[in-house]
């Protein structure tokens, strides 16, 4: 029995310092979507990416608001035995796995194909997959904090590389609007819903208050380094973007920095792996929650999520296939629902259940009389 019990786990929706979340909420919002997303957005809307993370931004927004009044009121501290929660979260787990696979498929092939060239998939994800499952294990305190330590220098790291950016700048490659139909944009900007969402697993997790308000600071800030990132991008690269591989490495290979100092590609790099590595924990450590709320173990899903990412990553014929498949139309359309219904969701879900634990307490407070 005592055997059984090591593998058995109670659902806690853990507290964090909002200076904490709000590292987290900058990791996971510029994760992936400043690497591998604008060269994928470009391949479709061509001068309307500006225009199109925009968009992204606001459905972004949207559901960051709508996930932010969730855990800023207690997490799910009164939904943990509530079979309509449970059921949400087989979809929020199918979500952030989805998420964490999709973004393992991004990283082998920048790594295999960019930086360490003809290396095998194997090789690279065992390298990735045990320090996203060691973050994983071991839950969103250590994530938390490494985020909260990692911060300032990732952010530091980005803002000196657009600061002492030497390059041909056109912003009129952002023009016009729509570089297609407005029936297209709409139609090609569902396929990035993957995207979306990834501070998902915040939903686990309760806020000690302090006086500023580093969440809603953190997001923004985030939010319009993404956006200008990407107009940086297009007006360097214009229609090419599309073959650029990581806008955020590229970029800062012309900071005039180089010349004095060495190449400033690294410093972007060392944000890349750092960003992309604690992202991938922290939608593994929400799919170890969703286990834990379902079976009462972290085993089931981690141990699935871990296989599947080891197995379709190094027995395809190529990560490409799921790249491709994460942003196929059906699946991006998906992604981008769930990403907005999923929060909603659980926001309706819990003012019910509040309204029913207000009815009960009356009820037995009248009983009593």
Not at 81 to 97: E, H, N, V
Not at 98 to 114: D, G, Q, R
Request: charged share 15%.
């Amino acid at each position: 029995m005592k055997i059984n019990n090591r593998f058995c786990h109670n659902p806690k929706t853990t507290t964090l310092y909002n200076s904490q979340v709000g590292g987290v909420v900058v990791i996971s919002t510029l994760a992936y979507k400043l690497s591998s997303l604008p060269s994928i957005v470009s391949e479709y809307l061509s001068s309307s990416t500006l225009w199109f993370y925009l968009l992204l931004v606001l459905v972004d927004t949207f559901a960051f608001v709508i996930t932010y009044l969730f855990f800023h009121d207690g997490g799910d501290e009164l939904l943990h035995d509530d079979l309509r929660y449970k059921f949400g979260l087989i979809f929020a787990s199918i979500f952030m796995g989805f998420k964490c696979l999709t973004f393992f498929a991004f990283s082998v092939l920048f790594f295999a194909i960019e930086l360490y060239v003809g290396i095998a998939p194997v090789i690279v994800v065992t390298m990735l997959i045990v320090p996203v499952i060691y973050l994983g294990v071991k839950g969103v305190v250590t994530i938390a904090r490494l985020c909260e330590i990692m911060v300032f220098l990732i952010l530091g790291i980005i803002v000196l590389n657009l600061a002492f950016l030497k390059a041909d700048l056109d912003i009129g490659r952002n023009l016009p609007i729509l570089s297609t139909s407005a029936k297209e944009f709409f139609a090609h900007s569902l396929r990035y819903g993957t995207w979306l969402g990834n501070f998902m697993p915040l939903i686990f997790i309760k806020v000690k208050k302090k006086k500023f308000p580093y969440i809603p600071t953190a997001f923004g800030v985030t939010q319009i380094l993404t956006v200008i990132v990407v107009m940086i991008g297009v007006a360097m690269y214009g229609n090419a973007m599309k073959i650029v591989s990581n806008l955020l490495i590229e970029t800062s290979g012309f900071n005039q920095l180089s010349t004095e100092i060495g190449r400033m590609e690294w410093t972007a790099l060392f944000a890349v792996i750092v960003m992309g590595i604690t992202e991938m924990g922290f939608l593994f450590y929400g799919v170890m929650e969703c286990s834990v709320r379902l079976t009462k173990s972290k085993i089931p899903f981690g141990f699935i999520l871990a296989v599947v990412i080891f197995l379709l990553c190094t027995l395809l014929p190529s990560p490409q296939s799921i790249a491709d498949f994460s942003h196929s139309k059906v699946v991006g359309a998906v992604m981008t629902a769930f990403s907005v219904i999923l929060p909603v969701y659980f926001v309706i879900l819990k003012g019910l259940k509040k309204r029913e634990n207000n009815k009960n307490l009356k009820e037995e407070s009248a009983r009593n009389e």
